[in-house]
């Protein structure tokens, strides 16, 4: 397959104008408010995709666990920025600690029993028997401190609250603790082959998200935190301005609706610079030493380990930056929204939607997986405006109230799914290496023998 | 002189760009023993691939009893007469010996009791572990029940690809007498061997292949007196 | 080299009524069930430590303990572990001979139970019904009709051409997120995303009422028609399904398929045949999992997806790609499900120990927590499962 030529400068250029012009015409056709709303969230998409990108496309690492990541990032936005619960933290703070640190007496006592225990018969019953008067334990301290806690208000607080930061200082603290995490979820499985791998942190994923849900102590769970701080200034704030009014005179918009759109405008540019740098950086992590060693050991891990490299240490480390960047995009999304509800993750939505945009958008390509992000974000988007629309345009030859037509109307927005797994099965079969692939050769092995040929 | 009962002629095939076979021809009558020696990366293995089908010739053909058999797949030559034991995962593992041979026999499987039994009288280990695994066995046991899965189908000719290896020295010794007993039924048999001097002194002939070319043919027994041949390649 | 010898479940009835050399038999490890044995007896054991330690003023009721553990965890515990044995049985087989996690496993059984519950539906409105079993047994075949006829098409329209160029397994994997898509919204334009129940007959076959009046114990046993129906269905199966897999040619042929394909090519299996009836029999058992499921609890699309963790999870337990090895681990997942986060205070309070707290170790919503931490345990420690199976 020669596609190598073509994607020199023109087709990146080509796809994201028709992308640009798919948003104006939303824009045009639907209303600019859309169009922003769109934009936003086809960034922090495309984000999560180049974050998948960094451990599928250099490391070829089957991270199944996007949401949980997003999900942590969607927590850190809560504990930087909300404001501290004092009252919690009197009746719950010293029991919650007491238990935290039972929690690690256990987990210590098991290492060390699993080390000093020759007698295999005997180390599982002590081990176990250790583990359940651990939990027994920490459980006493833990369980009347939640219950304390939780008591505080519940109706706004019922958690120990946040720092009261900036929330923008949450999208670094995001990405700090999904890297965290992803720390100690790839020291346990990174050793696991792709499907394990891939099953494991889908697992993994669901664990910390059923977390979330449950421990409102920690961020209020299914209860959800609403009321998260904004890092850009408020619609009706902008409106009451004399010199917004003003504008809005002179550009000949309603100001309601102008301030929906430069508030989103806004966002926009703190996310699209998010998206920059780090695209910048990774782009220049993949054409360094280390990202041409990372591709290596990816083509051929085998080949790799016996020229001396750490594969298992590389792979954390890819783990760890990608996570870190999904995480930061998981922060970015609940600042966005302006609440965190844990309920909202779903491993369609956070992990499979963006393995199709990373597939779609060309894997090992971090161009292709922003591209992706944006046109996968797109078409799920539109996929639901547009199922309806096509259902009616279908069933219009029936009865208005024809059973069949209502429940056709009723479930066309779930259209969306088969259009996504259609165009992921297409893209696989036409062009399997995505819409913008990995420009291979260039950059990889077969280019520095050549270079060194010609010096 | 009539044509060989199987012949492999003038093949040229190989890998990817580069060709490993330039051109070598094999042959073997029905109840002969062919033996192809050479040194490493001479192309033994892949002349026997070529001639079974597992790769593609770019020129040459393969003729089995005067038939030309050179478009045939595998299993399509497995049905005009032709038994293979590759030279590794060459059994079932988790199936039992005896469903290996059935899987043998899996084109064909009439009479399937007859051919066992008679099998078994060449490889008692067929009835003794005939519910065991193939995987539990030893090495010798395994490529005992491989050359019986591959002689399953009654072929006229067996092809073996390196068959004593990861066999112990004694078992070598029992493994080509039973060969020479297969062929004694008047079956051809095409063997890859490293253990050049051993099975040149029972073969009937003898293919010398280097650098994918015959270098000597002749019979077994004039090989290993050939000066040449003997310097070259049997060490002296 | 001499591989280690690794009890197959497929020969393991046969081995010992062979004449094995001692030494070997001897060499064997110990057999995989035994672990759980020694365990099962340590609870036992435990049990009755209790029963007699615990013993202050005459307030112990084994009896009753008993009989709400029975009620609450192991008629539960066996019902929801054949339902995912069945569900991983499929994952097992098609990981066998294609090489590859099918992640559109959990949604071929939401969509062959949705294929049921319409058939249902249908039967419903002819006036046909089963008498005290569920009208769902009767719709059965139209359903495995339907995911039959969606996995083959998969197969023709995706998988094929992968299986022909013998593509990398993530190859598969990524095409059976593409088929998970598809399938799931399929299932939600037919039937939409909401809720469906559709077990009709007899709901019990031994009420709580009944059981107490019968026993006079002030604990009830409830005996839903859906758990032994789920039981009964489940061992014909899984026998039907042994049988097949050691008894027929085209049973044996796969197995051969699974344990080296380019044997089997060479011994003239076609793989394409092979191909064919592993989707057949895994969108069967997929479907009967589903309904099976279903009728225990109810059916709901997205409830249907996230059986997916718990279905790979029991495979992977069992070891994967051992038929055997994932009936046990849908009960070794099913079980520790449902024993973690199961409340004991009552079962507690009648071995004598009364206290306020509920005794539950983990909350309901953790599930899948316990799931995932079987799992890492497994991979970790004993990364070929319990029955060894294939290292992926």
């Known amino acids: 397959m020669r596609m190598d030529t073509d994607t020199g400068m023109g087709r990146p250029f080509w796809l994201a104008l028709a992308m640009a012009m798919a948003l104006v015409a939303v824009g045009v056709l639907q209303s600019w408010n859309v169009a922003m709303a769109i934009l936003n969230l086809q960034l922090i998409s495309a984000l999560m995709a180049l974050g998948v990108n960094i451990q599928w496309g250099y490391g070829g690492l089957f991270n199944f666990g996007i949401m949980g990541f997003t999900a942590l990032g969607g927590l850190a936005a809560v504990l930087v920025a909300m404001p501290p619960v004092a009252e919690a933290?009197?009746?719950?703070?010293?029991?919650?600690?007491?238990?935290?640190?039972?929690?690690?007496?256990?987990?210590?006592?098991?290492?060390?029993?699993?080390?000093?225990?020759?007698?295999?018969?005997?180390?599982?019953?002590?081990?176990?028997?250790?583990?359940?008067?651990?939990?027994?334990?920490?459980?006493?301290?833990?369980?009347?401190?939640?219950?304390?806690?939780?008591?505080?208000?519940?109706?706004?607080?019922?958690?120990?609250?946040?720092?009261?930061?900036?929330?923008?200082?949450?999208?670094?603290?995001?990405?700090?603790?999904?890297?965290?995490?992803?720390?100690?979820?790839?020291?346990?499985?990174?050793?696991?082959?792709?499907?394990?791998?891939?099953?494991?942190?889908?697992?993994?994923?669901?664990?910390?998200?059923?977390?979330?849900?449950?421990?409102?102590?920690?961020?209020?769970?299914v209860k959800n935190v609403t009321t998260l701080p904004r890092p850009v200034p408020y619609e009706q704030d902008l409106q009451g301005q004399d010199w917004f009014v003003d504008l809005s005179v002179r550009v000949g918009m309603d100001p309601s609706l102008l301030s929906g759109i430069a508030v989103k405008a806004l966002y926009a540019l703190l996310f699209g610079s998010v998206l920059l740098v780090l695209f910048w950086l990774s782009h220049r992590a993949l054409h360094s030493p280390w990202g041409r060693m990372m591709r290596a050991i990816r083509d051929n891990r085998d080949a790799a380990e016996a020229m001396g490299k750490d594969v298992t240490r590389r792979h954390l480390q890819v783990f760890v930056l990608g996570s870190?960047?999904?995480?930061?995009?998981?922060?970015?999304?609940?600042?966005?929204?302006?609440?965190?509800?844990?309920?909202?993750?779903?491993?369609?939505?956070?992990?499979?939607?963006?393995?199709?945009?990373?597939?779609?958008?060309?894997?090992?390509?971090?161009?292709?997986?922003i591209l992706g992000g944006f046109l996968i974000w797109f078409l799920w988007?539109?996929?639901?405006?547009?199922?309806?629309?096509?259902?009616?345009?279908?069933?219009?030859?029936?009865?208005?109230?024809?059973?069949?037509?209502?429940?056709?109307?009723?479930?066309?927005?779930?259209?969306?799914?088969?259009?996504?797994?259609?165009?992921?099965?297409?893209?696989?079969?036409?062009?399997?290496?995505?819409?913008?692939?990995?420009?291979?050769?260039?950059?990889?092995?077969?280019?520095?023998?050549?270079?060194?040929e010609h010096s | 002189m009539p044509d060989p009962f199987l012949i492999g002629e003038a093949i040229i095939c190989g890998y990817g760009d580069a060709n490993i076979l330039h051109g070598c021809t094999i042959s073997v009558e029905k109840g002969e023993i062919a033996v192809i020696v050479g040194p490493n990366g001479a192309g033994k293995s892949t002349a026997m691939k070529a001639i079974f089908g597992l790769l593609t010739l770019r020129e040459g053909s393969v003729h089995l009893g005067g038939q030309d058999i050179s478009t045939l797949t595998p299993p399509d030559r497995v049905a005009a007469g032709m038994g293979f034991v590759p030279q590794t995962h060459n059994v079932f593992p988790s199936l039992t010996v005896r469903e290996n041979l059935e899987m043998g026999a899996y084109l064909c499987p009439q009479n399937i009791e007859d051919r066992i039994e008679q099998l078994a009288r060449l490889f008692p280990i067929l009835k003794e572990r005939s519910r065991q695994p193939a995987g539990e066995l030893s090495?010798?046991?395994?490529?005992?029940?491989?050359?019986?899965?591959?002689?399953?189908?009654?072929?006229?000719?067996?092809?073996?690809?390196?068959?004593?290896?990861?066999?112990?020295?004694?078992?070598?010794?029992?493994?080509?007498?039973?060969?020479?007993?297969?062929?004694?039924?008047?079956?051809?048999?095409?063997?890859?061997?490293?253990?050049?001097?051993?099975?040149?002194?029972?073969?009937?002939?003898?293919?010398?292949?280097?650098?994918?070319?015959?270098?000597?043919?002749?019979?077994?027994q004039d090989l290993l007196d050939d000066p040449d041949v003997r310097q070259s390649f049997l060490g002296g | 080299m001499e591989p280690p010898p690794h009890p197959s479940p497929v020969d393991s009835n046969v081995v010992d009524t062979q004449a094995v050399d001692t030494k070997a038999e001897t060499k064997r490890p110990p057999a995989p069930w035994r672990r759980p044995l020694w365990i099962a007896v340590g609870v036992a054991l435990g049990l009755a430590v209790l029963s007699m330690v615990s013993r202050d003023g005459g307030g112990i009721d084994l009896l009753n303990a008993l009989v709400r553990f029975a009620n609450f965890v192991v008629i539960p515990g066996i019902s929801y572990g054949c339902q995912l044995g069945l569900g991983a049985l499929g994952v097992t087989l098609i990981y066998a001979v294609m090489r590859f996690s099918d992640f559109a496993h959990a949604d071929t059984m939401a969509f062959g139970a949705m294929g049921v519950i319409?058939?249902?539906?249908?039967?419903?409105?002819?006036?046909?019904?089963?008498?005290?079993?569920?009208?769902?047994?009767?719709?059965?075949?139209?359903?495995?009709?339907?995911?039959?006829?969606?996995?083959?098409?998969?197969?023709?329209?995706?998988?094929?051409?992968?299986?022909?160029?013998?593509?990398?397994?993530?190859?598969?994997?990524?095409?059976?997120?593409?088929?998970?898509?598809?399938?799931?919204?399929?299932?939600?334009?037919?039937?939409?995303?909401g809720d469906q129940r559709f077990a009709d007959g007899d709901r019990f076959i031994i009420r709580v009422q009944t059981f107490k009046e019968m026993t006079g114990l002030s604990e009830g046993l409830a005996l839903r028609t859906t758990h032994v129906i789920t039981l009964v269905v489940a061992v014909m199966v899984v026998l039907g399904l042994f049988v097949f897999l050691n008894r027929t040619p085209l049973g044996k042929a796969m197995r051969a398929y699974a344990d080296n394909e380019d044997l089997a090519l060479l011994s003239g299996i076609n793989p394409e045949r092979v191909a064919l009836w592993t989707w057949i029999i895994a969108a069967t058992l997929a479907t009967i999992a589903g309904t099976l499921y279903g009728l225990d609890k109810s059916f709901k699309p997205f409830t249907y997806f996230q059986l997916l963790l718990p279905i790979f999870a029991s495979a992977i337990v069992g070891g994967i790609g051992k038929p055997l090895g994932a009936i046990a681990g849908g009960f070794v997942v099913a079980f520790s499900e449902i024993a973690f986060t199961y409340p004991y205070r009552k079962i507690l309070g009648y071995l004598g120990f009364e206290t306020d707290s509920l005794v539950q170790l983990l909350s309901t919503d953790y599930k899948f927590a316990v799931c995932f931490i079987i799992l890492v345990v497994v991979l970790i420690w004993r990364p070929r499962g319990i029955f060894q199976g294939r290292v992926i």
């Not at chain 1, 019953?125 to 401190?145: D, E, H, I, K, N």
């Not at chain 1, 990373?358 to 292709?368: E, T």
């Not at chain 1, 479930?411 to 062009?431: D, F, N, T, W």
């Not at chain 2, 029992?174 to 095409?190: C, D, N, R, T």
Request: proline share 5%; with cysteine; hydrophobic share 55%.
């Open chain 2, 139 to 220: 090495g010798g046991q395994r490529q005992q029940v491989a050359v019986a899965r591959a002689m399953m189908t009654q072929p006229q000719v067996l092809m073996l690809d390196e068959p004593t290896a990861g066999v112990s020295p004694i078992l070598v010794q029992e493994l080509f007498a039973k060969v020479q007993e297969i062929a004694a039924a008047g079956i051809a048999v095409l063997i890859v061997e490293q253990n050049a001097r051993q099975a040149l002194s029972f073969a009937h002939k003898g293919f010398v292949l280097v650098q994918g070319k015959n270098r000597f043919t002749g019979t077994g």
């Open chain 1, 381 to 452: 988007v539109q996929a639901e405006v547009g199922g309806p629309w096509l259902m009616t345009l279908l069933t219009s030859g029936l009865q208005e109230d024809a059973p069949l037509r209502q429940h056709l109307l009723n479930v066309a927005p779930h259209m969306r799914q088969l259009v996504m797994g259609c165009i992921l099965l297409v893209v696989l079969r036409l062009s399997p290496r995505g819409l913008l692939p990995e420009p291979r050769g260039r950059h990889g092995l077969a280019q520095q023998r050549n270079g060194t």
């Open chain 1, 324 to 369: 870190a960047v999904v995480g930061i995009a998981g922060a970015m999304l609940v600042t966005l929204n302006g609440q965190f509800t844990p309920a909202s993750y779903a491993p369609f939505r956070y992990t499979f939607l963006i393995w199709v945009m990373v597939i779609v958008g060309g894997s090992g390509n971090n161009g292709g997986a």
């Open chain 3, 118 to 193: 319409l058939a249902t539906r249908v039967l419903q409105g002819m006036g046909i019904s089963a008498g005290p079993l569920p009208t769902a047994l009767l719709a059965l075949p139209f359903g495995i009709l339907g995911a039959v006829t969606l996995a083959l098409v998969f197969d023709r329209a995706v998988y094929r051409f992968y299986r022909r160029q013998r593509a990398a397994p993530v190859t598969f994997v990524i095409a059976s997120i593409g088929a998970m898509f598809v399938t799931n919204g399929l299932v939600r334009l037919i039937i939409g995303p």
């Open chain 1, 89 to 221: 933290w009197a009746v719950g703070g010293r029991g919650m600690a007491t238990a935290a640190v039972t929690m690690a007496g256990t987990a210590a006592a098991i290492w060390a029993l699993h080390r000093l225990i020759k007698v295999k018969a005997l180390r599982g019953p002590a081990m176990a028997l250790v583990f359940v008067v651990g939990l027994a334990l920490t459980r006493s301290f833990y369980s009347p401190s939640v219950a304390a806690i939780e008591a505080v208000d519940p109706s706004v607080t019922g958690f120990l609250g946040g720092l009261g930061l900036p929330i923008m200082v949450s999208w670094l603290a995001g990405g700090a603790l999904a890297a965290a995490v992803a720390w100690v979820i790839g020291r346990i499985t990174l050793g696991l082959q792709s499907d394990y791998l891939a099953i494991a942190t889908l697992g993994i994923s669901a664990a910390l998200v059923a977390v979330l849900r449950n421990e409102d102590w920690l961020a209020r769970g």
